[in-house]
Every structure is written in structure tokens, then in C-alpha cells.
């Protein structure tokens, strides 16, 4: 199985500081790798696919990088409502195994 | 507008079974993979498991966790996926997603359930 190892675990930070999540897998995966956002309460919510690819809707200061088995997420400038927990996916094999998660907290 | 609704979680005993149904709308079901991702209390995301769409030949594929234990399948008609649970664990207890997949330039998933609450305790 793919593992998929998150940093930080968690972090501190206020609004409209700049943001940067990474992801690594075991193996490569080239830009088989998704972003997802989820609030307490409601259900995950599809941020970034194929590495880069912004969903349709998601906020422009989402942006997502990175190919083989090193990507990030940057959030350009934190806004009130993207307080939450981060998950990596990995898409590239069954099972289709997520990051352990980043909890986005105020400071 | 694409909806999945899940149902049939609630409070079990170790060992017993449950079944869970994903009832979807909005899509052509039959086009579309479907997945299961739990997450346990206090705890990140954990795939459960998916069911391809009949056109790959349905095909199903699960996490270690739940192999021979979990079963998925799919009634194309009616637009409702099932999550057979037997033999359940008190690590089984969690909030369970019925998600979507799509494929495009990779595998994503981009509607999600509400979840339901699967507790398994004696």
C-alpha cells in the first residue's frame, strides 16, 4: 500500500498569512494526488485533483504543486472560512490511502 | 444538482452485521465508481473500499481493514450503492462517506455524502 505522510500535523496561523501544506508518498505517483478541505460537521470538500487542477469553485488562492512523491497545498492568503482540517489522497492505486490530515487553526 | 444520501447506520453489537445504503441523484449512476471513506472518531480519513461502474465490469476492491468482513455492490436501476458490514469490530465504529468518483486526468472525488453514524458497541 501507498503511504501518504502529511506536514505539519498541525499549525497555527492567522488571516491572510500565506499557507503551505506538503504531502509525501511512499512511491511514486506522479500527479495522481488530491486535495481535500472538511469542516466538523460537514462533508470533505474536493479543493485540488491531478496535483494542480483547481475544482470548479474553489477559490483561486487554493493552488496545489508538486509530481513523483513530493506535493503541496498553499493557501496564498487565509481567509476566515479556510480554517479546517487538509487531507492528501493518493489516486494512483488501490487502496486509494489519505494523509493523516493538517488542522488549520486561528493564532 | 448531484446528491448522495446515505442511511442505515446506528448503534450494533461486535460480530453483528449492518448495511448501509448510498442512495444517489442528480447523475447517471451507472456511469460513475463508488466509494466508501470512514472516519473514526477523533481520527483522519480512511478509505473503505469502491465498486467500478459496470461498463469496467464492476469490479470491487477494499482496504486490508475490512476485507472478507465489508462487501459493496451497486443496483444500477434503482441508483443506490450498498456497504454490507459483517463481523464489525468496535474499530469499526465511525462516520461513514458514500463519495463519488470521476475520472478525469485522474481519479477524484468530487460529491460527498452527509455520512452516517455506524457506533459498534456491546
Known amino acids: 500500500d501507498i503511504q501518504m505522510t502529511q506536514s505539519p500535523f498541525s499549525l497555527s496561523a492567522s488571516v491572510g498569512d500565506r499557507v503551505t501544506i506538503t504531502c509525501r508518498s511512499s512511491?511514486?505517483?506522479?500527479?495522481?494526488l488530491n486535495w481535500y478541505q472538511h469542516k466538523p460537521g460537514k462533508a470533505p470538500k474536493l479543493l485540488i485533483h491531478?496535483?494542480?487542477n483547481l475544482e470548479t469553485g474553489v477559490p483561486s488562492r487554493f493552488s496545489g504543486s508538486g509530481s513523483g512523491e513530493e506535493f503541496s497545498l498553499t493557501i496564498s492568503s487565509l481567509q476566515p472560512g479556510d480554517f479546517a482540517t487538509y487531507y492528501c489522497?493518493?489516486?494512483?492505486?488501490?487502496?486509494?490511502?489519505f494523509g493523516q490530515g493538517t488542522n488549520v487553526e486561528i493564532k | 444538482e448531484v446528491q448522495l444520501v446515505e442511511s442505515g447506520g446506528g448503534l450494533v453489537q461486535p460480530g453483528r452485521s449492518l448495511r448501509l445504503s448510498c442512495t444517489a441523484s442528480?447523475?447517471?449512476?451507472?456511469?460513475?465508481?463508488l466509494t466508501w471513506v470512514r472516519q473514526a472518531p477523533g481520527q483522519g480519513l480512511e478509505w473503505v473500499g469502491f465498486?467500478?461502474?459496470?461498463?469496467?465490469?464492476?469490479?470491487?476492491d477494499y482496504a486490508a481493514s475490512v476485507k472478507g468482513r465489508f462487501t459493496i455492490s451497486r443496483d444500477d436501476s434503482t441508483g443506490v450503492a450498498y456497504l454490507q458490514m459483517d463481523s464489525l469490530r468496535t474499530e469499526d465504529t465511525a462516520l461513514y462517506y458514500c463519495?463519488?468518483?470521476?475520472?478525469?486526468?485522474?481519479?477524484?472525488?468530487?460529491?460527498w455524502g452527509q455520512g452516517t453514524l455506524v457506533t459498534v458497541s456491546s
Open positions: 512511491q511514486n505517483i506522479y500527479t495522481f
Open positions: 489522497q493518493q489516486s494512483y492505486s488501490t487502496p486509494k490511502t
Open positions: 463519495t463519488r468518483e470521476y475520472d478525469s486526468s485522474g481519479y477524484y472525488y468530487d460529491f
Open positions: 491531478g496535483a494542480f
Open positions: 442528480g447523475f447517471t449512476f451507472g456511469d460513475y465508481a
Open positions: 465498486i467500478r461502474s459496470k461498463a469496467y465490469g464492476g469490479p470491487t
